[in-house]
């Protein structure tokens, strides 16, 4: 079993930070791609950033580039999102998933990530 806890999420005015942690435990699985999503009130879970294991190449959605750095601690087997001048829309469940498999035309979606954590909730007031 593989789990994937997030952490540091809160509440934070506009133009604000928060990083958000993901650490893996469990059993040893193959790791390709660690990835963020996030979820809006009625709104579908969408991408926000993802990055490849084994070089560090990462990859971000047009809404966070350049405000949002997806980095790990391959040591501590984490994964981190620092969320720089984090803006209202911003607000949303944001969860960490894991994807096993090479192919990286397939984590821009949901169904591209085998294990999930369970999110953590990031309020951005303005």
């Known amino acids: 079993q593989v789990q994937l806890g997030e952490s540091g999420g809160g509440l934070v005015q506009a133009g604000g930070s928060l990083r958000l942690s993901c650490a893996a435990s469990?059993?040893?699985?193959?790791?390709?791609?660690m990835g963020w999503f996030r979820q809006a009130p009625g709104k579908e879970r969408a991408f926000v950033a993802a990055?490849?294991?084994?070089?560090?190449?990462?990859y971000y959605a047009d809404s966070v580039k350049g405000r949002f750095t997806i980095s790990r601690d391959n040591a501590k087997n984490t994964v981190y999102l620092q969320m720089n001048s984090l803006k209202p829309e911003d607000t949303a469940v944001y969860y960490c998933a894991a994807r096993d498999r090479s192919g990286n035309i397939y984590i821009y979606t949901q169904g591209g990530y085998r294990y999930w954590g369970q999110g953590t909730q990031v309020t951005v007031s303005s």
């Open positions: 990055i490849r294991w084994s070089d560090d190449d990462t």
């Open positions: 469990g059993r040893t699985f193959s790791r390709y791609y």
